[in-house]
């Protein structure tokens, strides 16, 4: 196999914006309450070996509160994450590597990052920048390289994993030596995609652990802006069949009750699965075992419809590794924050977790290689949302088409900031507003991830300097 091709690139060029986001209602992750949040959206040039040149979009929200729990305020956080963005849109520039943008990306996520990540914490000083927030910021870029190489090369970007363009079969990429009897020799990532990806796919609503279910709930502070509040009306207005419920992981009892009386309001207005994410609080098994059985033994049908677990345990996998084979022999147990790329994955197997929760905000090269190692080793896959609005949602649901998940696609960011995306709607409105469960993909097309992007009036701000 050559080394090189013809179409190889090399980035030449990096610019970035912050767009600040008010939520419209609070949205809980574990221990803290988010209000605002800001999306780094990214515009890189690459040029390949003959001097062409192309340029690409990629976005993702910098939500501190979710990569970086700490008792630093949210705006320290923020600003950490805003000058690592800019570090590494000085930096890529002048990144020596050439190639396929999975090549690209993985060998930067392989050494510089963790280089620039050490850099930017020795510089800051204080309490640390987890790798998990350098890897969401240098996730845009990623994106916005994968975008500029089919766009310069006319096609789709789905269309670009195979070996008409890339140097490397998975076998360069999953090393050392994959210890579990795979061959990924002569494969790549295109022969794990779904064979027909679909158009339409079952949406995901988030059931937030601040969220007013009925009408007792309600504090008189609700926005008045034409959006549903209460669950049952999300419910009848987009005609919801899936419920991610968020739970604390902390208090067992307020965790059953929420489940059961989320299920209630549920299945009396058509929904047919739950699934339950403990938000990473839990430290022992035993907790999630037991709401698992208690439903099991007094409420059977909620178990019965709950398709997985979310993530109950520590970010930190490899310092906290737990043996979780006792929960995932109740129910489906899927990997999420911890999933950093698939060496976690593996690590994650490993320990008796079930499947895995995609995220395109760890970088589209490390979601495509985690897919591939999970499909080839019998994991079931999910695509999870980081309330993904404007042009961050578009690379979120291509992966869920093309992962073939065991349902659909999580999809947030109209719950929580719909007039964020007001512009990306004009152009793709199946896909910022949910209808019948569904999500229609059918807008999305032409080169790269098929934005659109000269079709949306989005007025960004000034560039970004530092």
Not at 45 to 68: H, I, M, Y
Not at 72 to 98: C, D, I, K, N, W
Not at 201 to 225: F, K, R, S
Not at 310 to 336: G, M
Request: glycine share 8%.
């Amino acid at each position: 196999m050559p080394e090189t091709k013809p179409t190889d690139i090399r980035i030449t060029g990096a610019t970035v914006y912050f767009l600040p986001i008010t939520l419209r209602v609070p949205l809980k992750f574990g221990p803290e309450t988010v209000r605002d949040t800001e999306c780094l959206r990214v515009r890189i040039e690459v040029e390949d070996r003959r001097g062409n040149r192309a340029t690409g979009w990629g976005e993702t929200p910098l939500s501190v509160s979710w990569v970086w729990p700490s008792a630093l305020s949210v705006a320290e956080r923020t600003e950490r994450m805003r000058q690592f963005s800019l570090r590494l849109a000085r930096q890529l520039p002048g990144h020596p590597a050439q190639g396929h943008p999975m090549e690209i990306g993985w060998d930067f996520v392989e050494g510089p990052l963790a280089e620039a990540t050490r850099a930017a914490n020795a510089e800051a000083g204080g309490p640390e920048m987890p790798y998990l927030a350098s890897l969401v910021a240098f996730s845009a870029f990623d994106i916005a390289v994968h975008d500029a190489y089919a766009n310069l090369h006319g096609v789709d970007v789905y269309q670009t994993y195979g070996p008409e363009f890339m140097n490397r079969d998975l076998a360069g990429f999953f090393v050392p030596e994959n210890d579990s009897g795979v061959d990924f020799r002569g494969r790549h990532p295109r022969d794990f995609f779904a064979m027909q990806p679909p158009k339409q796919l079952p949406v995901w609503h988030l059931v937030g652990g601040v969220d007013a279910l009925e009408t007792g709930d309600l504090t008189g502070q609700e926005p008045d802006d034409g959006y549903p509040v209460l669950l049952a009306d999300w419910i009848k207005r987009d005609g919801l069949k899936c419920l991610k419920v968020k739970l604390r992981g902390t208090d067992g009892a307020w965790d059953y009750e929420r489940m059961v009386r989320v299920a209630r309001i549920g299945f009396a207005n058509g929904v047919r699965w739950l699934s339950a994410d403990f938000n990473c609080t839990v430290k022992d098994p035993a907790y999630v075992n037991e709401i698992l059985d208690r439903l099991l033994a007094d409420e059977p049908e909620i178990y019965a419809r709950t398709l997985y677990v979310e993530q109950p345990f520590a970010y930190d996998l490899e310092a906290n590794r737990i043996d979780v084979r006792s929960v995932s022999a109740r129910k489906p147990l899927f990997l999420d924050e911890s999933a950093h790329d698939w060496h976690f994955v593996r690590l994650g197997r490993n320990l008796g977790w079930s499947g895995v929760a995609l995220k395109t905000c760890k970088t589209q090269t490390g979601a495509l290689l985690s897919l591939c190692w999970a499909k080839a080793h019998g994991m079931p896959l999910m695509v999870q949302d980081l309330t993904n609005p404007m042009l961050a949602m578009i690379p979120h649901v291509r992966l869920a088409a093309h992962a073939g998940t065991i349902q659909g696609v999580e999809c947030n960011a109209m719950q929580f900031y719909p007039a964020a995306s007001a512009a990306e709607e004009k152009v793709h409105a199946g896909l910022f507003r949910r209808r019948g469960g569904l999500l229609d993909l059918s807008t999305i097309r032409g080169t790269g991830f098929g934005y659109r992007v000269d079709e949306i009036d989005r007025q960004l701000p000034a560039p970004a300097v530092g």
